[in-house]
């Protein structure tokens, strides 16, 4: 019985020799690094101008790539009107555009909806009303191309709205 003991104590210590020996391996028990390329994301701008100014009115333009085979845009643009607003409202015509930026000259951006048309950019024009407290989400799909340039979501590109007041 005294050398079972003996034997069982050896055969511990021999499995602490061998678990310290699977731990401490000459990689240190890390995973190497798998290697990656890094994916380019296009640069991506918004730009909103509001034209003439609507006062107590506050927008937000966001962009997503499309998945349906129409577009490779989809704009979503809150508008927020105070509810001091006057109470007959604005009629807006919302002109929705995108261009990539290697097709203009760094820095241009549209600022009316006649500089939109005559760009040949990709755009959706909408006229929507609202009133004093209300808040309208409007989305758009934007084409892939126009009858002069097309649009490619995956090179840089700036994405934006001309809201202009078009109330009689």
């Known amino acids: ?3 079972v003991h003996l034997f069982a104590v050896a055969v511990l210590l021999g499995c602490l020799v061998l678990a310290a020996g ?3 391996s000459e990689d240190n028990g890390e995973t190497p690094a798998v290697p990656t390329s890094p994916t380019e994301t296009p640069a991506v701008l918004e730009s909103v101008k509001i034209l003439p100014d609507t006062p107590g009115v506050t927008y937000t333009l966001t962009a997503k790539k499309s998945t349906q085979e129409a577009g490779n845009i989809e704009l979503t ?7 001091d ?7 807006i015509r919302y002109t929705f555009f995108v261009y990539n930026t290697d097709a203009f000259e760094e820095g241009w951006s549209p600022s009316s909806y006649e500089e939109v048309v ?6 959706v ?10 808040e309208r989400v409007i989305n ?3 084409p892939r191309s126009s009858s002069i340039k097309t649009f490619d979501a995956d090179k840089p590109y700036v994405y934006g709205v ?3 007041d078009v109330t009689v």
């Open 118 to 123: 005559s760009s040949g950019i990709p755009y």
């Open 85 to 91: 607003l006057r109470n007959e409202g604005y009629n």
């Open 162 to 164: 001309v809201a202009v």
């Open 140 to 142: 758009e799909m934007l």
């Open 77 to 83: 643009m809150k508008a927020v009107a105070a509810r």
């Open 1 to 3: 019985m005294k050398y």
């Open 125 to 134: 024009t909408r006229i929507d009303k609202i009133y004093a407290g209300n």
């Open 22 to 24: 699977c731990v401490n």
